[in-house]
Nanobody, 121 residues
Framework: QVQLVESGGGLVQAGGSLRLSCAAS????????MGWYRQAPGKQRELVAA???????NYADSVKGRFTISRDNAKNTVYLQMNSLKPEDTAVYYC???????????????WGQGTQVTVSS
């Protein structure tokens, strides 16, 4: 089983920066995809950014140019650098990892506990 531990959330003024981190531990076959989702009150959870083990990335249109996702495969850790934060970025941010058995033919999603990011105007 994989456990995800997130850190780095907090309260910041508009225009400020935060860096989120998520470390995966436990019995891991392979983690190809890691990413960050967020959910604001009353809204659906949405993808913020994702990265593969090979370094390919994709971002939500709303964060392009402001957020950067990165990954340390040796540490099984993913980061989200958030710059130029806006009040609309306020949400609970969740780390996600997809464990893939490769030729064994299965995969499983894991989620972190969530970390609150609040951006004041």
């Amino acid at each position: 089983q994989v456990q995800l531990v997130e850190s780095g959330g907090g309260l910041v003024q508009a225009g400020g920066s935060l860096r989120l981190s998520c470390a995966a531990s436990g019995s891991i076959f392979s983690i190809n995809h890691m990413g960050w989702y967020r959910q604001a009150p009353g809204k659906q959870r949405e993808l913020v950014a994702a990265i593969t083990s090979g370094g390919s990335t994709n971002y939500a249109d709303s964060v392009k140019g402001r957020f950067t996702i990165s990954r340390d495969n040796a540490k099984n850790t993913v980061y989200l650098q958030m710059n130029s934060l806006k009040p609309e970025d306020t949400a609970v941010y969740y780390c996600n990892a997809i464990e893939d058995s490769g030729s064994y033919g299965w995969e499983y999603d894991y989620w972190g506990q969530g970390t609150q990011v609040t951006v004041s105007s």
